[in-house]
T-cell receptor, first 111, second 114 residues
Framework: SQQGEEDPQALSIQEGENATMNCSYK?????LQWYRQNSGRGLVHLIL?????REKHSGRLRVTLDTSKKSSSLLITASRAADTASYFC???????????FGGGTRVLVKP | NAGVMQNPRHLVRRRGQEARLRCSPM?????VYWYRQLPEEGLKFMVY????????ESGMPKERFSAEFPKEGPSILRIQQVVRGDSAAYFC????????????FGPGTRLTVL
């Protein structure tokens, strides 16, 4: 699989439920980033977690990073219809910072 | 502080024409990245530039594609003799420095080749 693969590919939940998605990567990283993309729009940066961090919070978002398993998870708590979007994890190459994106998780929050 | 600007937002070209996509980074950002997104896929890195320099073009197709980031003005991604397979969304991102910084993305240019 590619660097930065998200799982599941698609997720459908009811408003108020939590949404969890995972990301696996292959090579060593110094940080991992999560982005949101609403349909037909650009990417919005959500959160960056560094390799020496295990967990990070931002509002209703919680990100974990397990460098031993080369995986990260994004949890959205108390989801809202406005959270409907595609979510991507991205990892920068050690030099130059070009980002490698996974295929994304498409989240649908039903009102 | 305005975000990353891209224009045009939508571009329609016929096969064989040229497409020029522009990106103005955030104020104070000297690093620009171009990515391409095919429908239902993630973004794929194309090229990384600093002012007047191409740093990494490992993701650029060998032919027809070129990029520049002049001393003055926006970064330009140029696609010559477009083909239907070039239809995609092209995103530009900028950062103040390279290495460990968050990249801020523009709204993208959606290129349709007829």
């Amino acid at each position: 699989s590619q660097q930065g693969e998200e799982d599941p590919q698609a997720l459908s939940i009811q408003e108020g439920e939590n949404a969890t998605m995972n990301c696996s990567y292959k090579t060593s990283i110094n940080n991992l980033q999560w982005y949101r993309q609403n349909s037909g729009r650009g990417l919005v940066h959500l959160i960056l977690i560094r390799s020496n961090e295990r967990e990070k919070h931002s509002g209703r978002l919680r990100v974990t990073l397990d460098t031993s398993k080369k995986s990260s998870s994004l949890l959205i708590t108390a989801s809202r219809a406005a959270d409907t979007a595609s979510y991507f994890c991205a990892t920068p190459k050690a030099a130059g910072n070009k980002l490698t994106f996974g295929g994304g998780t498409r989240v649908l929050v039903k009102p | 502080n305005a975000g990353v600007m891209q224009n045009p937002r939508h571009l329609v070209r016929r096969r064989g024409q040229e497409a020029r996509l522009r990106c103005s980074p955030m104020k104070g950002h000297s690093h620009v990245y171009w990515y391409r997104q095919l429908p239902e896929e993630g973004l794929k890195f194309m090229v990384y530039l600093q002012k007047e320099n191409i740093i990494d073009e490992s993701g650029m197709p060998k032919e027809r594609f070129s990029a520049e980031f002049p001393k003055e003005g926006p970064s330009i991604l140029r696609i010559q003799q477009v083909v239907r397979g070039d239809s995609a969304a092209y995103f530009c991102a900028s950062s103040p420095t390279s290495g460990k910084d968050t990249q801020y993305f523009g709204p993208g240019t959606r290129l349709t080749v007829l």
